[in-house]
């Protein structure tokens, strides 16, 4: 089975900072690949699918990028409600594996 | 608009089994590929089962095969999950969500979640 893999597991950066969040596939998976955003005790929300495509109505300091093994998640202007924990996800075929988690926080 | 309700959660003892409910409206249930993912306290978010839209396809975590099943009842707009032979690592929240448009044989990311419902495994 795949591996995702991200890094940092927790970050701490200041309002306005650009914050880049990685992610890792064990085995290449083209471009199925999306982040989440989950906001403390809330459900996810879906911020990005096909690695790149920015959901509606999320703002646009989210992108995304990256292809085959190795991805990003930006946030070209870190924001007091973007305090969160974020996930990658492959999907392209079961198992539909999430990786660890990456817990955003405002310094 | 769409929503996901889950029912079922609760305490029960190691060894016991359980079936959680997600109740779907707002969308064509039965043209979308729906999922079971699970948090525990503390922790990430881990896949635990998929079926497609007409219940062909199915699959599951590796950490619940042969104790948990899936269905669904597309006349009722409802997803099932039972729960058998359940362990204090089963503890978690689980969460139905929506695999997206472009989802097939059991693929596909989560366009939406419902708010999970807690299920407690403990002595």
């Known amino acids: 089975d795949i591996q995702m893999t991200q890094s940092p597991s927790s970050l701490s950066a200041s309002v306005g900072d650009r914050v880049t969040i990685t992610c890792r596939a064990s085995?290449?998976?083209?471009?199925?690949l999306a982040w989440y955003q989950q906001a403390p005790g809330k459900h996810p929300k879906l911020l990005i699918s096909a690695a790149s495509t920015l959901q509606s109505g999320v703002p646009s300091r989210f992108s995304g990028s990256g292809s085959g093994t190795d991805f990003a998640l930006t946030i070209t202007s870190l924001q007091p409600e973007d305090v969160a924990t974020y996930y990658c996800?492959?999907?392209?075929?079961?198992?539909?594996?999430f990786g660890g988690g990456t817990k955003v926080e405002i310094k | 608009e769409e929503q996901l309700v889950e029912s079922g959660g609760g305490l029960v003892k190691p060894g016991g089994s359980l079936r959680l409910s997600c109740a779907a409206s707002?969308?064509?249930?039965?043209?979308?590929?729906m999922n079971w993912v699970r948090q525990a306290p503390g922790k990430g978010l881990e896949w635990v089962s998929v079926i497609s839209s007409t219940g062909s396809y199915i699959y599951y975590a590796d950490s619940v095969k042969g104790r948990f099943i899936i269905s669904r009842d597309n006349a009722q707009n409802s997803l099932y999950l039972q729960m058998n032979s359940l362990r204090v690592e089963d503890t978690a929240v689980y969460y139905c969500a929506r695999a997206g448009p472009a989802a097939i044989r059991g693929s596909g990311y989560f366009d939406y979640w419902g708010h999970g419902i807690l299920v407690t495994v403990s002595s």
């Open positions: 085995q290449g998976i083209s471009n199925s």
């Open positions: 707002g969308f064509t249930f039965s043209r979308s590929s």
């Open positions: 996800q492959k999907y392209n075929s079961a198992p539909l594996t």
